[in-house]
């Protein structure tokens, strides 16, 4: 059974590093085609797509937020981490990661919500 | 990258069907058979319902359809059950490794 799951701070400060940590299970990240991709829901809003890792270290980043974000895993730990820097409270949101089966996102965790605020 | 376009609702009693389209561009729903459909209901993980435009995961319900021409992708649900009551997001590769979701579109069952 594959199951993924999000963590990291409800809240954070306006300017600060949000760090978020995806632990997943039931797959493994080693393995070709394996990806893992962030996904985001502000309150009220739609779906936007972050950041994608796969199994060989490929790194991909939505367009309006690459400087922003890093993304990154740790196989050992079975664990996906995303990284964005100067948090706005615009990036108020459910924090979703998802593995992706080719080009959709066949599982989801429950997500994480995020606060920004001083 | 510019977010798909879906109608922010549409409606239909138990029994009947109805079809969401996803409106992209020839940069992304028109240059790939690669959109795919999520059905989220509000504090619940996204679930996958569609992939590669026509694709059902194994366990999605067979009333639930895809189809796409041109730029525009659809979803189809027949025989609507309270239960498909959700909004629910049509998403596309659109190129250099990216994809792009829609909108999304909130399904109520009258």
């Known amino acids: 059974q594959v199951t993924l799951k999000e963590s990291g701070p409800a809240l954070v400060k306006p300017t600060q590093t949000l760090t978020l940590t995806c632990t997943f299970s039931?797959?493994?990240?080693?393995?070709?085609?394996?990806?893992v991709s962030w996904v985001r829901q502000p309150p009220g809003k739609a779906l936007e797509w972050l950041a994608r890792?796969?199994?060989?270290?490929?790194?991909f980043y939505s367009t309006s937020l690459k400087t922003r974000l890093t993304i990154s895993k740790d196989t050992s730990k079975n664990q996906v981490v995303l990284i964005m820097t100067n948090m706005d409270p615009v990036d108020t949101a459910t924090y979703y990661c998802?593995?992706?089966?080719?080009?959709?996102?066949?599982?989801w965790g429950k997500g994480t919500t995020v606060t920004v605020s001083s | 990258q510019s977010a798909l376009t879906q109608p922010a609702s549409v409606s239909g009693s138990p029994g009947q069907s109805i079809t969401i389209s996803c409106t992209g561009t020839s940069s992304d729903v028109g240059n790939y058979n690669l959109v795919s459909w999520y059905q989220h209901h509000p504090g619940k993980a996204p679930k996958l319902m569609i992939s590669e435009v026509t694709e059902r995961p194994s366990g999605v319900s067979n009333r639930f359809s895809g189809s796409k021409s041109g730029n525009t992708a659809s979803l189809t649900i027949s025989g609507l059950q309270a239960e498909d009551e959700a909004d629910y997001y049509c998403c596309s590769y659109a190129g250099l490794s990216t994809v792009v979701f829609g909108g999304g579109t909130k399904l109520t069952v009258l």
């Open positions: 890792i796969d199994w060989d270290g490929d790194r």
């Open positions: 998802a593995r992706m089966g080719g080009w959709s996102m066949d599982v």
């Open positions: 039931g797959f493994s990240l080693t393995s070709s085609g394996m990806r």
